[in-house]
């Protein structure tokens, strides 16, 4: 089983910034594929951002590209979501998940291509 739980959520105004963490445990992280979803209130999980177990390749849905960056490091075991420039569409509940791979090259962005994830942390940001 793999663990995650996510940190960094908050209030903020809208152009401001917020790096979310989401900490791993139960595998070696590496072999682990991740990415960043969100849900607002009345709508469904949607995906935001991917990486892979080498963090050698990273994919945004393209209402978050150019403003928020996904990465990893993988001697913490900890993924970040760094989210610049917010607006308040951007309001959510965020939620990390996690895939095992065999190939560490590999990004998902289908919520059911996941298999683990976090409880989630609230966003919200003012106008």
């Known amino acids: 089983q793999v663990q995650l739980v996510e940190s960094g959520g908050g209030l903020v105004q809208a152009g401001g910034s917020l790096r979310l963490s989401c900490a791993a445990s139960?595998?070696?992280?590496?072999?682990?594929?991740m990415g960043w979803f969100r849900q607002a209130p009345g709508k469904e999980r949607e995906f935001e951002a991917a990486?892979?177990?080498?963090?050698?390749?990273?994919y945004y849905a393209d209402s978050v590209k150019g403003r928020f960056t996904i990465s990893r490091d993988n001697a913490k075991n900890t993924v970040y979501l760094q989210m610049n420039s917010l607006k308040p569409e951007d309001t959510a509940v965020y939620y990390c998940?996690?895939?095992?791979?065999?190939?560490?090259?590999?990004?998902?962005?289908?919520?059911?291509?996941?298999?683990?994830w976090g409880q989630g942390t609230q966003v919200t940001v003012s106008s």
């Open positions: 998940a996690a895939r095992e791979v065999d190939y560490r090259g590999t990004i998902y962005y289908r919520s059911d291509d996941y298999d683990y």
């Open positions: 139960g595998r070696t992280f590496s072999t682990l594929a």
């Open positions: 990486i892979s177990g080498s963090g050698g390749i990273t």
